[in-house]
Nanobody, 129 residues
Framework: QVQLVESGGGLVQAGGSLRLSCAASGRTFSSHVMGWFRQGPGKEREFVAAINWQGGSTIYADSVKGRFTISRDNAKNTLYLQMNSLKPEDAAVYYC??????????????????????WGQGTQVTVSS
């Protein structure tokens, strides 16, 4: 079992930056692929980024590539999302998630929210234009 708690959301002007954190409880954090997803008003939840259990491999949605950086600190059981050059269309509730599988070899299909068993409650990001 993994419990996830996001923090770091808030209001920022377009072009600004925010750093989201996701604190995990449980002994298996370091064995899960971790992902960030977001859901804007009236929209479906969409993939943002994922990182493999070792932290050496990442994937990103095209919409955030080059602006957002996902990272993890397994010693601290914490996942991060550094968001730079924020745009109004980045406004959403951001969720972190932990994979169902432990230590999966291939990260390529972890854009699919069906690969994740554990979800946080979300943190709101608002971007003013």
């Amino acid at each position: 079992q993994v419990q996830l708690v996001e923090s770091g959301g808030g209001l920022v002007q377009a072009g600004g930056s925010l750093r989201l954190s996701c604190a995990a409880s449980g002994r298996t954090f370091s064995s899960h692929v971790m992902g960030w997803f977001r859901q804007g008003p009236g929209k479906e939840r969409e993939f943002v980024a994922a990182i493999n259990w070792q932290g050496g491999s990442t994937i990103y949605a095209d919409s955030v590539k080059g602006r957002f950086t996902i990272s993890r600190d397994n010693a601290k059981n914490t996942l991060y999302l550094q968001m730079n050059s924020l745009k109004p269309e980045d406004a959403a509730v951001y969720y972190c998630a932990a994979s169902t599988a432990l230590r999966p070899y291939y990260i390529g299909f972890y854009h699919d929210n069906g690969q994740y068993a554990y979800w946080g409650q979300g943190t709101q990001v608002t971007v003013s234009s």
